[in-house]
């Protein structure tokens, strides 16, 4: 079975892998769910340390999170090869960053953080139905537009994460106008069209019977997605809270 997935097709053209260390829909799950377990642990220390000792006690540990996230992340993504390795450690940093981040909208607007936490997976079950049911069909089209639409959204991050370094920003992103929160609405489309490329590589990787190591890839791409989604949400909620 040929791929228009280039990650995917890059790997079919290494040596024959024997059934037993072959990729499958199964154990890319099973790995979703360690990730996942993971993330939640990690998220929960710190909103264990955010309720002792308050913001305070976190701000450290969620730049911590967030940086270690970034690099880990960036790595897997390159070098699939070590997600065995990456993804984990990934979801150790990225747990530590949703934890003090969740903790401190949680802070500021009682109850955003489980109002979240339900829309995200309520988003993630209807786009697991939509793609069972092929109401979408995932083609080079669909995936270049997806694809390019989230590079252009993480362009307009970059550049305001650069424009913050100088002591301005982006206000059309940050602010609660009805821009702002339709761009919101706009990034949560984007990430949950997402799932639908992710799934799409899971059971296209085991079709081609991928080497083992990337059911840890299937499930760190997958992770990522939900991770983002579910930060699109609280920034959303929040938008609409003030």
Do not use: C
Request: charged share 15%.
């Amino acid at each position: 079975m040929r791929s228009s997935n280039p990650v995917l097709k890059r790997l079919t053209n290494e040596e024959q892998i024997d059934l037993t260390y072959r990729m499958s829909v199964e154990g890319t799950i099973n790995k979703v769910f360690i990730l996942f377990m993971i993330v939640m642990g990690s998220a929960f220390v710190l909103w264990s340390r955010y309720m002792e000792g308050g913001v305070d006690a976190i701000g450290s540990w969620m730049i911590i999170g967030l940086i270690g996230g970034l690099i880990s992340a960036l790595l897997t993504s390159f070098i699939p090869r070590i997600a065995v390795i990456a993804a984990p450690i990934y979801a150790v940093f990225e747990g530590m960053a949703l934890g003090g981040l969740s903790a401190m909208y949680e802070q500021r607007y009682q109850g955003i953080t489980i109002q979240a936490v339900g829309l995200t997976f309520g988003v993630f079950l209807v786009m697991i139905m939509i793609y069972r049911f092929r109401i979408i069909n995932v083609n080079a089209k669909f995936r270049k537009m997806v694809v390019g639409a989230t590079l252009g959204v993480l362009l307009v991050y970059i550049i305001d994460l650069i424009m913050s370094f100088f002591g301005s920003q982006l206000t059309f992103i940050h602010d609660s106008s009805p821009l702002s929160i339709f761009i919101s609405l706009f990034v949560v489309g984007i990430a949950a069209f997402n799932f639908v490329l992710d799934f799409d590589m899971i059971e296209q990787g085991s079709k081609m019977g991928l080497p083992k190591y990337m059911e840890w890839y299937g499930a760190f791409s997958l992770i990522v997605t939900l991770v983002w989604l579910y930060v699109e949400i609280l920034d959303l909620l929040r938008k609409l809270k003030r």
